[in-house]
């Protein structure tokens, strides 16, 4: 009787063991996932916005040390750390998706503007201007980074770049092709009114007053008393 009562134990040891391990390893999984997107979308920004998001990169080389811990059966350890490492995962996705939230934003209130020049003006194509503004709603930057089979981390974040600069390119293309019609004179003021920006009439200078009455858009300019 004694030996069964041993043997249950044993298995219920193992059992315990093992639900431990899963545990553990699934939470290391959710916070690896976390850490590796989370670096991507910092790549891509770095393409797209031209902006470095600082972020402490140490905590995926941390995930990884205790991810090895879990190989060794060291649960203990694991769960000590685990609490620090879950805040230094948190806070790189934080900060990372915080900055990134703005960016789009500013960005796609330029888009925004630059469709109400368009709509006035005709000079690009307008789908691609909706295409872009898409993109920058959506953020569906998975599906254009991620391949369907598993590839080494590197790959992934060279994709985040090609990505995030082909996002570049069209945004510049556009402002370049709706903007760089006008003179270098007053190409700066029709974008800070564009970004709803009002302007002073005597803070321009005869020409530039002349150069904006002149331009396609002249008609679109009101002035009002202040």
């Known amino acids: 009787?004694?030996?069964?009562?041993?043997?249950?134990?044993?298995?219920?040891?193992?059992?315990?063991?093992?639900?431990?391990?899963?545990?553990?390893?699934?939470?290391?999984?959710?916070?690896?996932?976390?850490?590796?997107?989370?670096?991507?979308?910092?790549?891509?920004?770095?393409?797209?916005?031209?902006?470095?998001?600082?972020?402490?990169?140490?905590?995926r080389q941390?995930?990884?040390?205790?991810?090895?811990?879990?190989?060794?059966?060291?649960?203990?350890a694991i769960e000590e750390r685990l609490a620090k490492l879950e805040s230094e995962v948190e806070s790189a996705e934080t900060t990372v998706q915080n900055r990134i939230q703005e960016l789009r934003l500013k960005h796609n209130s330029t888009v925004t503007a630059m469709q109400r020049l368009n709509d006035r003006v005709d000079r690009v194509d307008e789908l691609r201007l909706r295409a872009l503004g898409g993109l920058l709603d959506d953020w569906r930057w998975k599906e254009h980074v991620y391949p369907e089979d598993d590839v080494e981390f590197e790959t992934l974040a060279q994709n985040a770049r090609e990505y995030g600069r082909e996002m570049r390119d069209a945004f510049d293309e556009l402002q370049e092709a709706l903007f760089g019609h006008y003179p270098p004179d007053i190409r700066s003021l029709i974008e800070r009114m564009i970004d709803d920006e009002r302007l002073s009439y005597a803070d321009l200078e005869p020409e530039q007053r002349t150069l904006l009455a002149e331009s396609d858009i002249g008609e679109y300019i009101e002035l009002t008393l202040s």
Do not use: C, I, P, W
């Open 62 to 76: 941390s995930v990884r040390e205790v991810m090895n811990m879990l190989e060794e059966g060291e649960y203990e």
């Open 1 to 59: 009787m004694s030996n069964n009562n041993e043997s249950l134990e044993a298995k219920l040891r193992s059992v315990q063991k093992q639900y431990r391990r899963q545990h553990l390893a699934d939470e290391l999984d959710e916070l690896a996932e976390t850490m590796e997107e989370t670096l991507l979308q910092r790549e891509l920004a770095s393409a797209f916005f031209d902006e470095n998001v600082e972020v402490d990169t140490s905590a």
